[in-house]
């Protein structure tokens, strides 16, 4: 058994396969999930787990070189974005309309579903290199 970071098996998996540049998704339970991707669905319950949990155990692991946020998060739910701004701080983030982020999820490697149901409570985190 691990001893410490992810214990979900898939999830670490993911990260460990990960090159520079790729893709993965942390979503809310209700961010559609293209077909084609992996999904690693943790929700259990409404609210379980929550997202900004799961951001943070992905982020012990994965070097993050940039970040995805929809545009409608500033408005919808700006709480929510400046707890995003703080875990990934000196991350450089984008952000595009809700539409044209589901769209770039089609080219993830996985995504990641939560319980979380605060509107727009996704992210695209692109991979870094720690070199």
């Not at 070097?63 to 500033?74: D, L, S, T």
Request: aromatic share 4%; charged share 20%.
């Amino acid at each position: 058994m691990k001893k410490t970071g992810l214990l979900n098996s898939e999830l670490s998996k993911v990260i460990s396969e990960l090159g520079h540049t790729d893709q993965i998704v942390i979503c809310d339970a209700g961010l559609p999930i293209p077909p084609n991707v992996k999904r690693i669905d943790l929700a259990l319950t409404p609210g379980l787990p929550p997202f900004l949990d799961t951001l943070r155990a992905v982020l012990l692991e994965m070097q993050v070189e940039k970040v995805i946020v929809a545009k409608e998060i500033q408005t919808a739910s700006p709480d929510l974005l400046k707890q995003i701004d703080s875990l990934l701080a000196g991350v450089e983030q984008a952000s595009v309309s809700h539409e044209e982020f589901k769209q770039r999820t089609s080219q993830a490697k996985a995504i990641i579903r939560t319980g979380e149901c605060t509107p727009y409570a996704n992210v695209i985190l692109q991979a870094g290199v720690i070199f």
